[in-house]
């Protein structure tokens, strides 16, 4: 019980993440740090790639974790994937209106700042961009990626998998 629980959690905050994520990351990059169209498209991209395997991976974490139980258990799971989506879509913009209300900032179009308190979300992207440029955070990624798939084709034991797992969100 306690694991499904756990894992309703996973997907209400993994989930919800990602839609808080998607729909800010384009007006972040284009806004903020002034991408092209083409370096946002193809940013929006490789973030597509990265995320594409979460969802399967949810899935079968979660399917394992409720294969002794009812036939309505992973539905019961699952569910909150859905609840934290919603919460995250429709609750993020009024938090964000919020902070931008309370910290004085102004959405000022003619500045190409629709949403200026999206700084809050993406503090580490604009600080790493600026000091390495964007083929510096491209060829982190790649490097991090090579990393991980050598250590996990060539591990052994799984106490170097998993620490090396966490490079996979540096990868492009």
Known sequence: MQRRVVMALVWLFGLGGLGVWFPFISLYLDENLGFSGIQLGMAIAGLALFSSALIPIY??????L???GDPGSFGLVRIWRTIGFLIAVVGFPVLLDA??????LVANPEAGLSEPGLEIMFPVAGATL????ARGLLAIGVVAGGVRWIVCGLASDLAWVYPVAVLHGLVV
């Open 130 to 133: 600026e000091r390495v440029g």
């Open 99 to 104: 902070r931008q209300a309370g910290s004085g």
């Open 59 to 64: 899935v079968s974490v979660t399917l394992a």
């Open 66 to 68: 409720t294969r002794d």
